[in-house]
């Protein structure tokens, strides 16, 4: 066991000293350490061994997916490294985040992931009012179902075309002519800073609405009918039944749609990519798809992937104070 | 006093009125957003069909409004009387087409192969890795969700240069299989525990070894939970645009590079836009309605406890 223990461990220095020269040796010695460590696990600790097997493999492969390209990422963050130049890597120290600190456009994607993510409240109340909807006695649910879904199952990509491009064309898309009727004179979608936002903001719920809708749907499901039930009996109307029964009981369920739709809003790129590609003045520019820009116009990719630390460790802090909140919210009615 | 019985009294006759009034309220409000919805699929399945001038006016309704033509499809090589000729659209567009089906399929297979076997342990067994429990890996795991793609991106992006893997349908595999992985694992957990331990118990007690009970016994009965994590998977990564617009350029690039590629592209030909969105999204919208249980189903999953 010992000896599978030194020679793993060798293995693994092996790996890891092979110089950044080379990469592929790498790759294949860190497959071959990974295989060489499962199969020792099962060798040398039998019954136990054969367990761990069940986590081991996904847990390498996140290993070597998620946390050395991190711990390279931080590595490269601190360089100015621009892809395209014969320079090749040069260590600036500081130097990036000091130009971050004076990028406004940086700060200007921050600020609108800020409203990018409050956005998701008015999606909330619309996802939990359709899901009512789709719970209540109803003829053609399933259909109903199939063509609420239906938003969240197209590519992005398509969706900024068929929306943000055609339907929204000035002259002749169907939304700008009913928007048109409606006595909006001159409707371009994307001229002013917060109409372009507002739109982004609009297309980006349609897709994601059904996702709520969903969760919440399976939430009210869930609920108990007799309860329901019991409180008609006690006299309540609808209105004040679904405040004092359903709504508290589907605050669990609330909260996790909401967390996870901001973990997704906070990844927001695709259609701002390709509707706006963050315009009128970086007005509906998302932290990813300002960085994407950023990479693809200078390629420097030392910039570019300290903006995501950054963004990052923004993300962790403010989840984690999210969830505690979530958690203590949540606590005193249970 | 027979009419008494026969008509209704008034509060009956304003709660049936108020209850009607209700009804269509109800079904008004489905069906504008079933029409929201469906409209802008309808949309582009129709302009695939026009010519510039049923563009420019805005026509609507076929054969009403103007008589389809086959030009959008025709742009694309996917027409009747282009399909036999050749055409080096049709070639680029099945290329792209056949990338990412592979690209989707396999990345998913993967993650369910590698998520199920994680969840499955996580939620039998206890393990303790160093200073790591049980939940702590979960935690590792799930706390995937949480990390933006933009900072994989870009170390990806050198890595992948220097290992050769940039451009490779590999890569893009082996990528997409880490960002949905955390998504399977949440939701084959929610699946397994909720499988009772007395069957593996049963089937211990016979002889089998754990991964035996495991592939023959477990594994049939969370088949519709791991069905569902496969088809949601397959949704995400046939949709992926970010990391395919990064890290492909020639070889691996998938659908959604192209529409994307082609929407930046001056001048744009609205029925040929139209054609290509449609054939991107239209396996979706056949595995939505026909596989649309499986998909609620993978993510209600995580929502109940």
Redesign the interface.
């Known amino acids: 066991m010992a000896l599978v223990a030194v020679l793993q461990i060798l293995q693994s220095a092996g790996a890891r000293d092979f110089g ?1 020269e080379t ?2 040796p790498t ?1 294949y010695a860190y497959a071959l350490w990974s295989v060489c460590l499962c199969a020792g696990q099962v060798i040398t600790r039998g ?1 136990q061994g ?6 081991l ?3 390498l ?2 290993l070597s ?2 946390v050395f ?2 711990i ?2 931080l590595g ?1 963050a601190f360089s100015n ?1 621009n ?1 395209s130049s014969p320079d090749g890597r040069q260590f600036n120290g500081l130097g990036n985040l000091r130009q971050m600190w004076a990028d406004p456009f940086y700060w200007n994607a921050l600020k609108n992931m800020v409203w990018y993510v409050l956005a998701i409240l008015p999606e909330y109340a619309v996802a939990f ?2 899901a009512l ?2 719970n ?1 006695e ?1 003829r053609g649910r ?22 943000g ?3 929204m064309e000035v ?4 939304l700008a ?1 009913l928007a048109r009727e409606l006595g909006w004179q001159s409707p371009s979608f994307f001229g002013s800073p917060e109409i372009a936002r507002a739109t982004m903001m609009l297309m980006d719920a ?1 897709t994601f609405i ?2 709520m809708m ?6 009210l499901q ?1 609920i108990p009918k007799e309860l329901q039930e019991a409180a008609r009996v006690d006299g309540g109307s609808g209105w004040r039944s679904f405040w004092e029964v359903t709504f508290p009981l589907m605050l ?2 609330s909260i ?2 909401i967390l ?1 739709r901001v ?1 997704f809003k ?2 927001l ?2 259609i701002v ?2 509707v706006t590609s963050g315009g009128p003045g970086g007005a509906t520019d998302t ?2 798809s300002f ?2 820009r950023e ?1 693809r116009d200078r390629s420097n ?1 030392g910039y ?2 300290l903006l ?2 950054v ?2 460790v923004i ?2 802090i403010a ?1 984690t104070i999210l969830m505690k909140l979530a958690d203590r919210w949540m606590r005193p009615r249970y | 006093m027979s009419t008494q019985i026969f008509h209704d009294g008034e509060a009956d006759r304003t709660f049936r009125a108020k209850w009607w009034s209700g009804r269509l309220l109800i079904y008004a409000v489905l069906i504008l957003w079933a029409a929201i919805c469906l409209f802008p699929i309808y949309w582009t399945a129709t302009t695939s069909f026009k010519m510039a001038p049923d563009v420019m006016k805005g026509n609507m309704v076929p054969f009403l409004d103007y008589t389809p033509k086959w030009l959008g499809w025709k742009s694309l090589g996917l027409s009747p009387d282009t399909i036999w000729t050749e055409s080096t659209v049709r070639e680029e567009f099945l290329r792209r087409f056949w990338n990412s089906t592979v690209t989707a399929l396999a990345s998913s297979a993967l993650a369910v192969a590698l998520g199920s076997c994680a969840a499955y342990g996580l939620s039998r067994f206890s393990y303790r890795f160093g200073f790591m429990k049980n939940s702590d890996i979960s935690f590792f795991f799930l706390s995937q969700l949480i990390l933006p793609p933009v900072v994989l991106a870009l170390p990806f992006l050198v890595l992948y240069k220097a290992l050769g893997l940039l451009d490779t349908t590999i890569g893009l595999i082996l990528l997409y299989t880490l960002t949905v992985l955390p998504i399977v694992i949440w939701i084959m957990r929610d699946q397994f525990a909720g499988i009772p331990t007395e069957l593996e118990e049963a089937a211990l007690v016979d002889g089998l070894s754990i991964w035996g009970a495991f592939l023959t016994i477990v594994m049939p009965v969370a088949l519709p939970g791991m069905v569902a994590a496969f088809i949601l998977s397959l949704v995400l990564t046939w949709n992926e645009y970010f990391f395919a617009a990064l890290l492909t350029s020639t070889n691996a690039k998938t659908l959604p590079v192209m529409v994307a590629s082609q929407t930046g592209s001056q001048g744009i030909s609205w029925w040929s836009m139209a054609a290509l969105s449609f054939a991107a999204i239209l396996p979706l919208i056949v595995i939505g309605i026909v596989l649309e249980r499986y998909i609620i189903k993978g993510m209600a999953a995580g929502a109940v406890k």
């Open positions: 950044f990469w592929r790759l019954e054969k367990r761990v097997l069940f986590v493999p996904a847990a492969f996140v997916m998620v390209p991190l390279f990422g490269i490294w892809l009012g359709l909807l789709l209540a109803i399933k259909f109903f179902r199939v063509a609420f879904l239906l938003p969240l199952m197209l590519s992005p990509v398509a969706v900024s075309w068929m929306i491009k055609s339907m002259r002749f898309g169907p002519r349609w059904p996702f969903i969760m919440i749907l399976a939430g869930a669990p369920v996790t749609a996870i973990i906070l990844k790129a695709d990519i390709n932290v990813t960085i994407f990479y990719v570019g992937t995501a630390m963004y990052l993300i962790v989840m």
